[in-house]
């Protein structure tokens, strides 16, 4: 027996309910955890014609079998529920402390249904479950909100919450975990969802030790593998993720000036992950169970942006509120990465709506709705667009919509440059770069998503022995691609359902090690082909919701500019992704038809 029981809460907070649900077997072992059991219960509870704001759509909070174990970079957790974003399928992943507290507090996950009548907030602890008056802390930012929570409900308590842009049902909103130490559940707007509800925050303390079946054998495990996981990954431990952005930058992933721009030399260097570490970084942030530490944590002690503290800003961040509006301030852009954070927006969303808003304003079509300076590279009309954004006033009434709304609004040129896959703002990785994230891009199920393949690393420097990528696959063909894009969305729905941190095969974890943990942790015993059908099986649960939404090749696309426009210069060589004929491949492969739809025997075979 294992502490992973698939034990869930379901909260209905229109008739303040609480019951337990017991997950069975079979369907744990069809649908792990995490990512794959958000999933089943968001298509269980939640029709695919449901309004995302509406009491109808479900919120789900899911942990994994690895959560909180001493399985390494395993402190992470998922939501899933209908995007008010992008009208389709959403989901966001988050580390930190919060998926192990609810582990310990004896449940697998949370499933939150219906509307509060008045401002809610869920505590669950050793104790119980209770839900508690959130008037006092509604209008808080997400710091304040975590600091009051847990003065009011036990210092050892996780929060996990929104801001004032969650509460206005902004669609870029996010949910935060973590207060200070600014852990989001950032991507698809979750945090309009969980507004919508009323419902300001989830506050969980547990003790309970967790169990694992085979815990000599996983210690064995661990004991042969932590020291090079920790310094294959000593880079991030020491500049973070923003480590990055130079070598991006020179290989042309990175992005720059809204998607139109080549080179960023000085710029990069200037927002880096070592300048940060030279000027404001006090020391490394672990996520539970982590040893490698690639958060931040800042303090900015002078300037106009003194006082900023806690979590500083990852490569995500500096790249889409940095290059994308080429603002080489790196001050500025830990100023607005803490803004982000305490209302409780999407800093990558947020960073695509405002580089929109600089090209838009180039057009003439902001003359009339705003005076703010919004020239390439003013980090002032950031930090003041982001303060529109999280208290909906201004030109953040309209950007808080997203690009693809804004540019609807807005008509004329708008549609050509408010750049976005399915609704969603693109991350600060350049489809041009690597064919297999043009196509990664195009197929992710809740829109331009980097993570729900991670495809580029292997066409760069990364292997994986037991799928057959013994070496990195040639950088600009497509041959493999298709397939490359398959796999890897298979085994990266099973970290996102199991839940691991993915920074786990720059340490040289293969995944077959991950399938031998998974069998030590619950008991089980899977081989790496049934492991990797569950990952198969988790995309398509979530591709036939969105179908039910509508979805079909016609939306598996990319932006006209990222399909018709070359880098000139840089690491690209001027290539651009032939998605088409990738796709085509990629649906035979998946066992789609030519419109993007599951078939029947594919359905049958993953038993859907």
């Known amino acids: ?183 989001p559940l950032g991507r698809s707007g979750l945090g309009a969802v969980m507004g919508s509800k009323k419902l300001k925050a989830i506050v969980v303390s547990g003790k309970r030790p967790l169990i694992v079946a085979h815990p000599d054998e996983l210690r064995q495990s661990l004991r042969e593998i932590v020291g090079t996981i920790r310094k294959n990954n000593s880079g991030l431990t020491e500049f973070g993720t923003a480590s990055g952005t130079v070598p991006l930058e020179a290989s042309g992933d990175m992005p720059v000036r809204n998607w139109k721009g080549d080179r960023w030399v000085e710029g990069a260097g200037r927002i880096s992950g070592m300048e940060l570490a030279r000027l404001y970084l006090k020391k490394p942030y672990y996520c539970a169970g982590c040893f490698v530490g690639c958060g931040r944590d800042v303090a900015i002690t002078d300037g106009p942006y003194a006082g900023v503290a806690g979590a500083g800003p990852e490569y995500e961040t500096v790249g889409l509120l940095g290059s994308l509006s080429e603002v080489d301030d790196l001050a500025a852009l830990c100023y607005a990465n803490e803004l982000c954070n305490r209302y409780g927006i999407d800093t990558m969303s947020v960073g695509g709506a405002i580089a929109f808003a600089r090209e838009a304003a180039e057009h003439g079509l902001l003359d009339t709705i705003s005076d703010l300076d919004l020239r390439w590279g003013n980090a002032e009309s950031m930090i003041e667009l982001i303060r529109q954004i999280g208290e909906q006033r201004g030109l953040g009434i309209l950007l808080g919509k997203g690009v693809r709304r804004a540019a609807e609004e807005l008509g004329g040129e708008a549609a050509s440059f408010a750049i976005h896959v399915k609704g969603l703002e693109m991350p600060a990785h350049d489809p041009r770069a690597f064919p297999s994230v043009a196509l990664g891009y195009a197929t992710s199920n809740r829109g331009a998503c980097h993570l729900a393949a991670w495809s580029g690393i292997f066409e760069n420097r990364m292997t994986m022995p037991s799928l057959g990528y013994d070496s990195p696959l040639p950088r600009f063909t497509t041959e493999g691609k298709a397939k490359l894009v398959f796999d890897m969305q298979s085994v990266m729905g099973m970290f996102d359902s199991l839940a691991l941190c993915k920074f786990l095969i720059f340490g040289g974890v293969d995944i077959s090690t991950v399938v031998k943990w998974l069998n030590m942790v619950t008991g089980w015993d899977f081989d790496l082909q049934e492991f990797l059908l569950c990952g198969e099986r988790i995309f398509n649960a979530k591709r036939l919701f969105n179908v039910e939404c509508g979805v079909s090749r016609k939306d598996d696309t990319l932006p006209q500019r990222i399909l018709t426009l070359p880098k000139t210069e840089g690491g690209t060589n001027g290539y651009l992704p032939p998605l088409e004929t990738m796709l085509d491949e990629y649906y035979q492969i998946r066992g789609w038809d030519q419109q993007g739809i599951p078939t029947q025997a594919t359905i049958d075979r993953l038993a859907l």
């Open 1 to 183: 027996m294992s502490s992973f029981e698939g034990k869930f809460l379901e909260v209905d907070l229109s008739t303040a309910s609480i019951q337990e649900i017991k997950v069975p077997e079979e369907v744990q072992k069809r649908y792990i955890g995490g990512s794959g059991l958000a999933t089943y219960f968001l298509r269980h509870y939640t029709p695919a014609d449901v309004e995302p704001l509406s009491e109808r759509n479900t919120l789900v909070f899911a942990t994994g079998p690895l959560t909180g174990t001493s399985v390494p970079l395993s402190g992470r957790s998922s939501a899933a529920a209908k995007s008010p974003l992008t009208g389709i399928f959403g989901e966001a992943s988050v580390g930190g402390a919060w998926g192990k507290a609810l582990k310990q507090a004896g449940w697998d996950g949370v499933i939150v249904r219906g509307q509060a009548p008045e401002p809610t907030v869920l505590v669950i602890t050793d104790e119980g479950v209770k839900l508690h008056d959130a008037h006092p802390f509604w209008g808080l930012d997400t710091y304040e909100t975590a600091q009051r929570m847990t003065e009011q409900f036990g210092e050892d308590c996780v929060v996990s919450c929104i801001g004032q842009a969650g509460e206005k049902m902004v669609p870029l909103a996010c949910i935060m975990n973590d207060g200070a130490n600014g852990r």
